[in-house]
C-alpha cells in the first residue's frame, strides 16, 4: 500500500474550473496561470485531511442522519446492530461540506460548487456499527462498558467517560484513516501555510479569512510544541540551514533570526527567511511523516537559487513520508523537481549504488534528494477559450511538465530576437 489509498475528485464546477478529475496522492502539486483555480484545487485536497482530523465535521453527518448517541444509548442492551451507513451516502457529506470548508477559507458565505469525492474502494459500500455491553471488574464491584465497533475498530468506554465527540465520528474518522492510509494512527495534524505568510511573524493581524485564520491558529501549535530534534533528519536540518543561512527560533513571543554572525528580530531579516520560517519551524516540532501541509507559493520571495533549494526541501519531505498540498508558478522550482525525479529514475534503472553514488556526486546532488514520484501527483490547470479552465493530469515518470511557463518564455525570446535585430540591422527579417 502507497501509505494513502486513492480518493478521487469530481469536479463539474468549482469556480472556473470545469469537468475534471483528480486524484489524490501523498504530494501534490497544482500550477498553471494566476485565476484559474491552483488554490481552490489545493484546498479541497487539504479538506479530505481535515474532515479525518476534526472532531466536529462528522459529528454534524451524524446529527443529519438523527443518529445521535445520547438519545440512542438508553436502547442499547446486551448486543446488537445499531446501523448500516452507505459509502455513498458518506461521499455525499463530503461533498457539500468541502464547498462549506472552501467557504470558510475564502471567506465566501454560501460558496457555490458542484464536485464529487469518491473514497477508495478499500472502504466498503456499507458501513455497519454494532454495540456489545461487557461487564467488567471484581465481583459486586463491576462496571458496565460500553463497546462500539465499525470499520474494523472497536471503541470501548464507560458512559461517564465519552467526551463532547460523538462515538460514531470518532469512529467514523479513525476507521476511514485505517481505510485510506492503512493504520488509524499514521495522521496527526494539518497545517496551512498561505501566501504572504511572513508578515503575520511581525504584525498584529486579525485574520478575515479561515487560510490566515487557520495559519495563525497552526502557529500557535508550533509555538506551543516542544522541539523533537530525534525526529528531524540531519537533510533537513542541513537544508534549512542552507536556504536561511542560518537559522529562526522564537524567544519571549517574538520571531528571531540567527546567522553566523549576528541576531536579530526577525522583520529586520529577509522577507524570504520570514516566508520559510513556519515551515522551518514547523519540521523542528512536529513529525512530518504523520501530517498534511498546505503550502501555497513556497517559492515566495525566494531568489531562484533559492527555489532551487526549496525543491530540495520538499523532496525530502517527501521521503519522510509529509503529506502536502502545493501551488507554485515557479519554473526554476519545478525544473529542480524534475531533476531529482531523474535522480530516482536513474536510480532504478541502474541498480547499482556504487553508480549511483557516482552520478550523484558529478551532479553534486545528495543521493538521499531522489524523488519518489510515485507519492506524486501534478496537475496543469489551462485556460479554455470560453475562459473556464481544465485540470490536466501530468505523467511525472518523465518528470513535471511546465508547459504554461515554456510558452511564457517563447514569447519573451521571439521578441527579444525581433528587437535586438532592429537594434543590430534596422529591420526584423
Known amino acids: 500500500m502507497l501509505a494513502m489509498e486513492g480518493i478521487t475528485i469530481h469536479i463539474n464546477r468549482l469556480g472556473a474550473i470545469r469537468d475534471s478529475v483528480v486524484k489524490l496522492k501523498p504530494i501534490m502539486i497544482f500550477s498553471g496561470e494566476s485565476g484559474l483555480g491552483k488554490s481552490y484545487m489545493a484546498m479541497l485536497c487539504h479538506y479530505v485531511f481535515i474532515v479525518l482530523l476534526d472532531k466536529e465535521r462528522f459529528n454534524r453527518f451524524f446529527i443529519q442522519k438523527g443518529l445521535i448517541f445520547s438519545d440512542m444509548r438508553a436502547n442499547m442492551h446486551n448486543s446488537g446492530d445499531l446501523f448500516v451507513l452507505s459509502k455513498k451516502e458518506i461521499e455525499d457529506f463530503l461533498a457539500k461540506d468541502a464547498l462549506a470548508y472552501l467557504g470558510y477559507m475564502l ?54 467517560t465519552i467526551g463532547n465527540e460523538s462515538p460514531f465520528a470518532f469512529l467514523l474518522r479513525f476507521g476511514l484513516i485505517s481505510k485510506i492510509f492503512g493504520d488509524f494512527k499514521k495522521l496527526s495534524d494539518t497545517f496551512v501555510l498561505p501566501p504572504s505568510r511572513g508578515p503575520i511573524l511581525t504584525e498584529t ?12 491558529s497552526g502557529l500557535h501549535k508550533i509555538n506551543r510544541a516542544q522541539p523533537h530534534p530525534e525526529q528531524v533528519s540531519d537533510e533537513l536540518v542541513k537544508l534549512f540551514s542552507g536556504i536561511l543561512d542560518g537559522s529562526v527560533y522564537r524567544e519571549a513571543d517574538k520571531y528571531f533570526y540567527r546567522s553566523t554572525d549576528k541576531n536579530l528580530p526577525i522583520s529586520a531579516a529577509a522577507s524570504s527567511i520570514r516566508e520559510i520560517a513556519p515551515l522551518a519551524l514547523l519540521v523542528e516540532r512536529f513529525d512530518v511523516s504523520s501530517i498534511a501541509i498546505l503550502f501555497e507559493e513556497p517559492e515566495a520571495h525566494l ?59 558529478e551532479c553534486g546532488i545528495p543521493s538521499s534528494l531522489k524523488f519518489n514520484f510515485d507519492r506524486l501527483g501534478a ?51
Not at 458542484?114 to 473514497?119: G, H, N, V
Not at 526549496?310 to 523537481?337: C, F, K, P, V, W
Not at 518528470?399 to 515554456?406: D, K, L, N, V
Open 107 to 160: 471567506n465566501i458565505d454560501n460558496f457555490e460548487g458542484d464536485i464529487e469525492i469518491k473514497l477508495p474502494d478499500t472502504v466498503p459500500s456499507e458501513i455497519k456499527a454494532t454495540f456489545e455491553e461487557e461487564i467488567l471488574g471484581l465481583q459486586n464491584n463491576e462496571e458496565v462498558y460500553l463497546k462500539l465497533s465499525m470499520l474494523d475498530l472497536i471503541y470501548r468506554a464507560k458512559d461517564d
Open 205 to 216: 493581524i486579525y485574520p478575515v479569512s479561515g487560510l490566515y485564520e487557520s495559519f495563525v
Open 303 to 361: 531568489h531562484p537559487l533559492k527555489q532551487r533549494r526549496m525543491a530540495d526541501i520538499i523532496s525530502a519531505l517527501n521521503h519522510a513520508g509529509a503529506y502536502m498540498q502545493i501551488t507554485t508558478h515557479s519554473d526554476y522550482l519545478l525544473r529542480r523537481l524534475n531533476e531529482l525525479i531523474n535522480l530516482q529514475r536513474i536510480y532504478l534503472k541502474y541498480q547499482d549504488d556504487s553508480k549511483f553514488e557516482s552520478i550523484c556526486e
Open 379 to 429: 496537475y496543469l490547470l489551462n485556460r479554455n477559450s470560453d475562459g473556464t479552465a481544465e485540470i490536466v493530469s501530468q505523467d511525472v515518470e518523465d518528470g513535471i511538465p511546465f508547459a504554461s511557463f515554456t510558452a511564457a518564455l517563447d514569447a519573451s525570446l521571439k521578441n527579444a530576437y525581433k528587437l535586438n535585430d532592429y537594434l543590430e540591422n534596422g529591420d526584423c527579417c
